[in-house]
């Protein structure tokens, strides 16, 4: 299974990595998402390995 990480330091960062996501899935569903991001990339589906929004 294909996995991706992503990472967002900030608040724009975390809405363009779930936009991104959302994108990604809809093409790929079988993808696993991971990363550092703050609540939007969280409901997007992405298994945060940190949470920016607390930096």
């Known amino acids: 299974m294909p996995r991706i990480l992503i990472s967002a330091g900030e608040a724009s960062g ?5 936009a991104l996501v959302e994108a990604l899935r ?6 696993t998402i991971e990363g550092l991001g703050g609540p939007k990339m969280r409901n997007a589906g992405v298994r945060l390995h940190a949470d920016s929004s607390k930096w």
């Open 14 to 18: 975390d809405a363009y990595g779930a």
């Open 26 to 31: 809809e093409r790929r569903p079988d993808l």
